[in-house]
């Protein structure tokens, strides 16, 4: 069975400070890895990471995607209140489980001002 | 304008009564999920359509029934509602396959209590 473990399972920093969350997989025939926010309801899509696109960047956010290491890694610098969330992983493998997100149970980030 | 809605939000029961959630999406896209939310906030997928024909069945009772009557819906009935079915329901849809072509958009989710 596909399984995604996520660490830590919470983290509380302060405004300005720089946080790496982690994402470890074992999936078979991976396809691509996912990372989501979600704040109070619906998950919102940060990054896709495939085997042809291992790193990923927008603003203070940035992602890298391990294939040897079966891992991922999602940055984020100069934190803010709003970054308060929780950050999901999300694996898909190939064959009949295309299509089908398998997530980790989220990192719970606190950012205090 | 909202892409995937999700009717009701809330949702208050008692145990054995039969509910629906019904869902929408305005995004012209061809796949359209159920994923369930527990307590533990473990997000874990039940079904999945594409162009109305089921692909993705987990593990989910049979009290689950899904519906697709066109590209744009996917329905969620639950008969015979137990305690453990409290959780929140949210349905995504994805343009082809998620995390093949493209990502999933959720909608805002239902909150199911079953008293």
């Known amino acids: 069975e596909d399984k995604v473990v996520q660490s830590p399972l919470s ?3 302060h405004e300005g400070d720089t946080v790496t969350l982690n994402c470890s997989y074992e999936v078979t025939n991976f396809r691509s890895l996912l990372w ?50 929780i950050y ?7 064959g009949t489980s295309y299509g089908k997100l398998t997530f980790g149970q989220g990192t719970i980030l606190t950012v205090h001002p | 304008d909202t892409a995937v809605s999700q ?5 208050v029961t008692q145990m054995g009564n039969d509910k629906s959630i019904k869902c929408e999406q305005n995004l012209g896209h061809d796949t359209m999920y159920w994923y369930k939310q527990d307590s533990k906030k473990f997000l874990k ?28 819906h996917l329905n969620l009935h639950i008969n015979s509602l137990e305690l453990g079915d409290s959780a929140v329901y949210f349905c995504a849809s994805s343009l082809g396959l998620a995390g093949l072509s493209g990502e999933l958009f959720f909608g805002e989710g239902s909150r199911l209590t079953v008293l």
Do not use: H, W
């Open chain 2, 45 to 72: 997928i039940m079904f999945s359509y594409n162009n109305k024909e089921l692909i993705i069945n987990e593990t989910v009772p049979n009290r689950f029934s899904p519906k697709s009557p066109d590209k744009a």
């Open chain 1, 88 to 94: 999901l992983c999300a694996v898909v493998a190939g």
């Open chain 2, 7 to 11: 009717t009701p939000k809330y949702l």
């Open chain 1, 11 to 13: 983290l509380v920093v």
């Open chain 1, 36 to 85: 989501y926010k979600q704040e109070k309801k619906a998950p919102t899509f940060l990054f896709m990471l495939t085997s042809s696109g291992i790193e990923k960047k927008s603003g203070r956010l940035s992602s890298i995607l391990d294939k040897k290491e079966l891992s991922s890694i999602l940055n984020i610098t100069a934190t803010q209140t709003g970054d308060s969330a």
